[in-house]
Each structure stands twice: as structure tokens, then as C-alpha cells.
């Protein structure tokens, strides 16, 4: 099993049959229903934080709390800071004050995983993609037997058709996310961060990327945290979309998305995912208005 998460996660969850959304939405009255055991409503805590770069001040006393176990993209103006966001969170850019703890832990006590916009930069040529999956468990120190084991673990979850003994530049450009994103689960992260995964593929392939990624999500019910400029994509994928405003960036609304799962191409067609949609165009066009 790919992790402990997984047995608290989406009934019935990964196979191709619709599912109703989880118990833990908050309601449209916003009343929240009681978090599933084993999930936390309150994971990721963000306190305080500011950053800024030279005088240009990107977040000035920013607070948020994420809940455990949900999709949550980000959404908001062109340089608002949702890179730097997820960056801040994740650990890889230092912040200039505030905290960020998960359930308590630090980053540092964190098990979590990035996938990059740029694929072709992300994984190793040199390396068969068999070999890029792995090597995080090397730089873990685990002995090849169990890499071995947890990448057979890892791989008996999901219906990859890519041979993995290729090289990355044998692969297309979605075969290459696919590899990274694996490589992103092999650790069994605790939290996944994503920013803008398939902007650098063709619509056809993202099309199926995104499906692909809700596989993936409801198989192991890790938290992810996914940058997106697609709006449409912001609102299939996610369990909340957390709208942002221009900067000091500011939480313009966390929009609930109340929708069944799996959510394949004809979902954005569907009258209430467009309501959703709409309702989180207007709160951008607000706030991406010049003033
Ligand atoms: N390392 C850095 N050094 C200096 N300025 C930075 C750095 N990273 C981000 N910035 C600035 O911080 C602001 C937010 O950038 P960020 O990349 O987070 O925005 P974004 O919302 O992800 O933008 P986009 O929609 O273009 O991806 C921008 O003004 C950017 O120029
Ligand atoms: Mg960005």
C-alpha cells in the first residue's frame, strides 16, 4: 500500500465510477462537516509570513490554513506570488518572517515532494526513467532491495504505459511528467506541491494529465498544493481553489468546489462546475483589476 492515508481516503476512490464529494466539503452554508478520522481540517498552518524581494513586498503578514488529504490550487494575477507561495511553504526559499508548520512538525520534519513546470529540466537525462523514480530513495540511503520493493509498491498503484527503461528524451513530453510526478510519490510525501505541471504540455496531453493526476490523487489521498493559470483547470482538480489577490497578496476567497470525483472532460461542461467556475472568475477579475 502506498500510504496509511489511503485507507482514510475516497471510498470506492481510483476506479472509474463517480464518486460523491467527500464528507468533509464545507457546506454551502458554511457549516463544515466533521474531518473523516485520520484527516486533519487544519494541516498546513501559515502564519504571519512575510517575503519580500528588495522593496517589492509580495506577502506582508499572511495567514492560512490548509486542511490534510485535499487537492487545493492556486489561482490569482500574473505575479501575485503563487510561485513564491508554494516556494515559502515548501521550504525552498527562505522567508523573511512568520512560520509554517504541518500539523504542529516543521518543513524539516516534513516528508514532501515538488513537481516542476519544466520537466526536461527536472529529471536527469543521463539516468533511464526507471532510475530518476529511484533516486530519491537513494539519496535516503534505503538498500537497492528496497528500493526495489517500494518502487514495485509504487507502481502496482497506478497503470503507467511507459516503458521505464527508456530515457527521458525517449518519452513525450507527458510520459516525462508522468516520470516526475512518480518520482515525486516514490517517498510517499506527506504533501505534493505542483506549479503549473502541464503548462509546457499540448492541450491533448494535459487533457489527460489532468486525469492522470486525479488517479494519482485519489489513490493515495495526498495533500497537494497545485499552481495553475488555467482557471478551468484550478477548478477540476481541486477540492478548493484558493483565490488570491494582486500583491501584497492578500486570500481573496477559498471557493469549495462541491463536485464528484473523478472529474473527467465532460465535468467542465457540467451547469454547476460552470457556476463554480464563473463564480471564481468574477472574484479574479476583481482583484486583478488594475486600481
Ligand atoms: N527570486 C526572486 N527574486 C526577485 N524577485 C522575485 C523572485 N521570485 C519572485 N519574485 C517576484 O515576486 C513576485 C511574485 O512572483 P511569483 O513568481 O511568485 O508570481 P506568480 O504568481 O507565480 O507569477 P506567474 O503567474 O507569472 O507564474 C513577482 O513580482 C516576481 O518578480
Ligand atoms: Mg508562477
Not at 529540466?121 to 539519496?139: G, M, Q
Not at 510526478?181 to 494529465?209: C, G, H, W
Amino acid at each position: 500500500m502506498l500510504n496509511a492515508r489511503k485507507q482514510t481516503g475516497r471510498s470506492g476512490e481510483g476506479d472509474a465510477t463517480s464518486v460523491a464529494p467527500s464528507s468533509r466539503q464545507q457546506a454551502a452554508d458554511g457549516t463544515a462537516t466533521p474531518a473523516a478520522p485520520g484527516t486533519r481540517q487544519t494541516f498546513i498552518t501559515i502564519e504571519g509570513l512575510s517575503k519580500s524581494f528588495g522593496r517589492e513586498v509580495v506577502y506582508r503578514d499572511f495567514t492560512l490554513s490548509l486542511p490534510e488529504g485535499k487537492m487545493i490550487s492556486v489561482f490569482g494575477p500574473n505575479g501575485c506570488g503563487k510561485s513564491t507561495l508554494i516556494n515559502l511553504i515548501s521550504g525552498l526559499m527562505p522567508i523573511d518572517a512568520g512560520r509554517v508548520l504541518y500539523d504542529g512538525k516543521t518543513i524539516a520534519q516534513t516528508r514532501i515532494s515538488y513537481v516542476f513546470q519544466n520537466y526536461r529540466e527536472a529529471l536527469f537525462p543521463w539516468f533511464r526513467s526507471i532510475d530518476n523514480i529511484r533516486y530519491p530513495l537513494k539519496i535516503m540511503g534505503l538498500k537497492r532491495r528496497e528500493q526495489d520493493a517500494r518502487i514495485e509498491e509504487l507502481l502496482a498503484d497506478f497503470e503507467i504505459n511507459i516503458d521505464l527503461n527508456a530515457y527521458p528524451y525517449q518519452l513525450s513530453g507527458g510520459q516525462q511528467q508522468t516520470v516526475s510526478i512518480l518520482r515525486a510519490l516514490v517517498t510517499d510525501p506527506e504533501v505534493l506541491f505542483l506549479d503549473e505541471p502541464f503548462s509546457a504540455l499540448d492541450y491533448e496531453m494535459t487533457l489527460s494529465m489532468r486525469e492522470q493526476l486525479q488517479k494519482i490523487f485519489l489513490k493515495t489521498g495526498t495533500t497537494m498544493l497545485l499552481v495553475s493559470h488555467d482557471l478551468e483547470e484550478a477548478v477540476q482538480l481541486a477540492d478548493k481553489v484558493l483565490l488570491l489577490t494582486r500583491r501584497p497578496t492578500r486570500v481573496a476567497e477559498i471557493v469549495d468546489i462541491d463536485l464528484a470525483w473523478p472529474r473527467g472532460t465532460e465535468a467542465v461542461t457540467d451547469p454547476r462546475f460552470v457556476d463554480l467556475k464563473s463564480h471564481c472568475l468574477k472574484v479574479f477579475q476583481r482583484e486583478a483589476a488594475v486600481r
